[in-house]
């Protein structure tokens, strides 16, 4: 599959989106519309384990959507195509790392929230600024909330200040933040941490805590063990299980 606006590589069992846009990445529908396209390939490839969201250069991850494609005729497109993103980035069904090099406004610290986890150059910028053009970040008023509770996300999303990597580490948007040098053998290390690990399982296993977001704890227990026990009783389970018992490695078929 060919694509413009980003780059597609798959090695040693991640599947890496670089937007490549430089300087400042900007998102623009067609960059939108290859991500979708890239998420679903990824999606349905099982040697892809995990899915990495990064951008060309050293300046920005993304300084957001293109403000172009907000106006006339191009707005409920990109809607659609923007909305469609955070979708894909649940229904890839695995999970989903940023690597954050650089400044994430708007559009761009959205899809950072979006991912499952982040790491980032201590040099980074994240902020939602639309309040101050009149506006609000729609997927950020779903996400961030969730994500670092409701008195921080009033905070970020209705003054629309930006925040620096250590603050963003602080309140929970960023996993680990590392010297800008460090940050591409950083999140080779951090990815590494999961890739080792079954695909089947990961899969498995994100695919519960998305589900018992939404649940009742009640609910939650109640469907976590009914699953649990489908889950370890399969081929995959009983081979990590066997290894660990048997003090070798264990060989995953996925």
């Known amino acids: 599959m060919k694509f413009e606006n980003i780059l597609l590589e798959k090695k040693e069992g991640a599947g890496k989106i670089t937007i490549n846009r430089p300087p400042l990445n900007i998102l623009n529908i067609e960059t939108m519309e290859e991500m979708n396209r890239a998420l679903a390939e ?17 300046k920005a ?15 409920s497109r990109m809607v659609e195509v923007f ?60 996400l961030l909330p969730r994500l670092i509770g409701r008195r921080k996300a009033f905070e970020i999303i209705l003054s629309g200040d930006s925040i620096d990597a250590r603050e963003a580490e602080r309140i929970g948007v960023i996993n680990k933040v590392v010297p800008d040098e460090e940050l591409e053998k950083a999140a080779d290390e951090f990815i590494k941490r999961f890739t080792s690990n079954s695909g089947l399982a990961l899969t498995q296993a994100r695919r519960a805590l998305y589900r018992n977001f939404d649940l009742e704890f009640r609910k939650a227990m109640e469907v976590t063990g009914t699953d649990a026990t489908l889950v370890m009783g399969g081929e995959n389970s009983v081979e990590g299980l066997t290894a660990f018992l048997e003090k070798r490695k264990p060989v995953w078929k996925r």
């Open 61 to 75: 991850f993304s300084a957001g959507v293109e403000v172009a494609d907000h106006l006339g005729d191009k707005l």
């Open 83 to 142: 909305d469609g993103l955070f979708i894909s980035l649940v229904e890839v069904d695995k999970p989903t790392i940023a690597v954050v090099n650089g400044v994430a406004l708007g559009g761009g610290c959205e899809v950072v929230l979006g991912c499952d986890m982040a790491i980032a150059s201590e040099k980074a910028i994240l902020g939602q600024p639309e309040i101050k053009l009149g506006v609000y970040p729609p997927p950020a008023s779903v």
């Open 42 to 58: 990824l999606r349905d490839d099982d040697a892809v384990k995990v899915v990495v969201i990064t951008a060309a250069g050293n």
